[in-house]
């Protein structure tokens, strides 16, 4: 497994604590959909791209619920 497929996986197992009554497969293409911005290419989102989305959209949510802000996608 590469190194960018384990962070991808530890980026999902903390943003699955989010949103924990988001089912796997909705985060995964939620997740997909923000690095492509395009609905029907999820099987063409590259690692990279989705772990940077993934972990851009984390980074967000923790940032905001310290500051009590509403989120975004």
């Known amino acids: 497994m ?3 497929r384990q962070e991808i996986l530890r ?3 903390a943003l699955s604590s989010v949103y924990p009554d988001t089912r796997f497969g909705q985060l995964v293409l939620n997740i997909s959909n923000w690095a ?3 609905t029907e ?3 063409d ?3 990279e ?3 940077d989305d993934a972990k851009k959209h ?3 949510r923790t940032r905001s619920q310290s500051a009590s802000e509403p989120i975004a996608p």
């Open 49 to 51: 791209e989705f772990l």
């Open 41 to 43: 290419g999820v099987w």
């Open 58 to 60: 984390l980074d967000k």
């Open 45 to 47: 989102v590259e690692d």
């Open 36 to 38: 492509t911005r395009i």
């Open 11 to 13: 980026v999902l197992e």
């Open 2 to 4: 590469t190194p960018a």
